[in-house]
């Protein structure tokens, strides 16, 4: 029954830490009980996890087949799913097999643009975001996948033109976050000295701002500075590795 089968499922991630091959056999079996897309995609995130945590390059390969054959096959069982489409074409793209991966999204502009930002093709990106852009300007991820590309090709004044865009459309304190952030990212810190007063203002128990505050304060050389408001938001996030790197 269903109930069992969650329960296997459940034991198969648990039981793959100390038993590789356990856990993986039950992963296939449960595939081949209910093929569906999720089991497919899980049985293909195990392997490939696997894969990455041996150093015998012929058990590499083979997890890797099955992994591959585990996402095509979640991919088939309904090709109109976003989220099997992706992740087969994610996987093409790792292993080398780029213009499959392509030929599979072409139908699809907003996960064809995903996939060329996360392989590093910006200007492919770019060329896909700009025609979305034009068709809907209020589009919000458009907008922030046109400031990575952007950023990803180094041009600073594409990245403030965008930004100057979003930041108007930002409805939540995380997007006005991201928002930022990118600006600190491609170092225009200066424009937004006054919008990052004004965010603490309006959320004042908000503590991601002391990062970017301390962020701020390293690149403008205050280190003292950047010290004191870095640990002050180490106080209450203390596993943010972010923080602990800055």
């Given amino acids: 029954n269903s109930g069992n089968m969650e329960l296997q ?3 198969a991630e648990l039981i793959s830490e100390v038993n590789p091959l356990e856990g993986l056999a039950i992963r296939q079996r449960l595939f081949e009980i209910r093929p569906s897309t999720l ?8 392997a490939v996890r696997l894969s990455q945590q ?16 585990a996402f095509k096959k979640a991919y088939e069982l309904n090709p109109a799913d976003e989220w099997g489409r992706n992740t087969y074409a994610e996987h093409l793209r790792r292993i080398g097999r780029g213009e499959e991966a392509v030929r599979l999204l ?40 046109l400031i990575l590309a952007y950023q990803g090709q180094g041009d600073r004044e594409k990245m403030k033109d965008y930004l100057g865009r979003i930041l108007q459309k930002a409805a939540t ?18 424009l937004i000295r006054d919008r990052m007063a004004s965010f603490e203002e ?9 990062l970017l505050k301390g962020w701020h304060e390293m690149n403008s050389g205050n280190l003292e500075e950047a010290l004191r408001l870095t640990n002050r938001f180490l106080e209450n996030n203390t596993q943010h590795s972010g923080a602990w790197r800055l």
Avoid: C
Wanted: proline share 3%; no cysteine.
């Fill in 39 to 46: 089991y497919g995609i899980m049985l293909g995130n195990m």
């Fill in 173 to 190: 304190s995380q997007e006005e976050l991201w928002v930022l952030q990118r600006y600190l990212d491609a170092g225009l810190a200066d």
């Fill in 106 to 145: 072409e139908s699809s502009s907003g996960s064809l643009w995903r996939f060329y930002l996360r392989d590093g093709q910006y200007e492919k990106a770019i060329e896909v975001l700009e025609k979305l852009h034009a068709e809907n300007p209020d589009d919000y991820e458009v907008l922030q996948g």
């Fill in 54 to 69: 041996t150093d015998d390059s012929a058990r590499r390969e083979a997890l890797m087949e099955i992994a591959g054959d």
């Fill in 202 to 210: 309006r959320y004042p128990d908000e503590p991601s701002i002391l």
């Fill in 9 to 11: 499922s459940l034991y």
